[in-house]
């Protein structure tokens, strides 16, 4: 009796095992693939954001406000961040930022994907001026917590970089 060709039971539960145990082993590892790239994504734009705001103050000799905002057309209260930030042209510099009829949005970021985007100011002003932006830290924070978080953080003359830890050196909080 010939044998037909193909796998019997016992190599069909051992394959299933291997590609289990692959699985299980792999998991793990493109879970941190995955918040890597969306902490990348929500850090880089909103790096673009303050150049394109430092670069158009700068063009338009106004200045241009990045703030919190829930609906990409107007500035939100002070809260969490992963709602989305608007970039707008603020002609008659109002304090608190509000964007007024005739004040063109430069850019409208939608929610992110992480468990919070914090700031230590409500808004950043970039003036046309090489000084005088305002300065501050914002702390991107996903499910790994502060073992994941990173910062953005603004300077005075409005250029963005980004970290670890804050500017003082130490460690970046993020909210329970």
Known sequence: MRRSPGLTLVELLIAIGIVAVLISLGTP??????????????????????????????KDLRDVVICRSIDATQCASPGNWSSGWIAFVNRDRDDPPLV???????????????????SN????????????????????????????????IVSYTGRPRTATRTASGGAL???V
Do not use: K, W
Request: aromatic residues 4%; positive net charge.
């Open 121 to 152: 100011r409500r808004s950043y002003v970039l003036r046309p001026y090489a000084l005088r932006a305002t300065n501050g830290t914002i702390v991107f924070c996903d499910d790994r917590g502060v073992a994941g978080a990173r910062a953005v």
């Open 100 to 118: 007024d009829a005739g004040e063109p949005v430069l850019h409208a970021v939608q929610s992110q994907p992480l468990r919070s985007i914090t």
């Open 29 to 58: 590892l493109l879970r941190g693939l995955l918040l890597d790239a969306r902490m990348t994504a929500a850090v880089n734009a909103l790096v673009h954001v303050v150049h394109l705001a430092r670069q158009e103050a700068q």
């Open 173 to 175: 909080s993020c909210p």
